[in-house]
């Protein structure tokens, strides 16, 4: 079974230039996450979707941020413009529906780390 | 608003040590409890999970953790940590209805010296 896909893995971009993440995930499952992780801390939700609809991005700061899930499979992540403080690993997540809902494993892709400079 | 408390930040150990992670959370609610390792260079993988029955739980590599209810923990153990046990350590909690918002602590770093 293929495991999350995410590119690319490393960026490094300048304050204020766009940048864009790829995640591909596990084939089947209906829940896709995005986190990012600070160095130092744990992973931070950043939106949540349930096939192509949002369930959650209350954390997404959504002056910069956006994500879209199209066909409810793979998903971009764009941050535009960056700021310092988005330097971070950019982690996508997939976990399968369950009759109990999206309470299973997750399973999480290599990452994608940005150094904004 | 619940969330997820990892008390131990950096934790060093010698080879055959015993090792205690410590897992708090506040939710009022029923919730499944997992805990996730990173090892250096590679991404978060389930070390186990907890979703209901026995609160003893086993997982890979001979880790376990026990759910405690009362105390809202869900610690982790392993009698004897090698070497390739250095890792993060993330302790992560979603209620079973409701909000499915997945919480992770920030993570113990261990360290274990060979």
């Known amino acids: 079974e293929a495991g999350v896909a995410q590119s690319p893995r490393y960026k490094i971009i300048e304050k204020r230039q766009s940048v864009a993440f790829w995640c591909n995930p596990i084939s089947g499952h209906a829940t896709l996450y995005w986190y990012q992780q600070i160095l130092g801390q744990g992973p931070k939700l950043l939106i949540q979707?349930?096939?192509?609809?949002?369930?959650?991005d209350s954390q997404l700061p959504k002056d910069r941020f956006s994500a879209e899930r199209l066909k409810g499979v793979d998903s971009t992540l764009k941050i535009q413009p960056a700021k310092l403080e988005d330097s971070a690993v950019y982690l996508c997540a997939s976990s399968p529906w369950t009759s109990g809902g999206p309470t299973d494993t997750q399973y999480f892709g290599p990452g994608t780390r940005l150094t904004v400079l | 608003a619940q969330s997820v408390s990892q008390h131990n930040h950096h934790v060093i150990l010698s080879e055959a040590a015993s090792l205690e992670l410590g897992c708090n959370y506040s939710y009022g609610g029923t919730v499944n409890l997992f805990w996730y390792v990173q090892y250096p260079g590679q991404h978060l993988q389930l070390l186990l999970k907890y979703f209901s029955g026995d609160p003893l739980v086993k997982g890979i590599k001979g880790f376990e953790a026990e759910f405690i209810k009362s105390k809202f923990s869900f610690n982790l153990r392993k009698p004897s940590v090698q070497w390739s046990d250095t890792a993060e350590y993330f302790c992560a909690v979603i209620p079973t209805s409701g909000t499915y918002k997945y919480i992770f602590g920030t993570g113990t770093r261990l360290k274990v010296l060979a």
């Open positions: 979707f349930q096939n192509n609809g949002v369930v959650d």
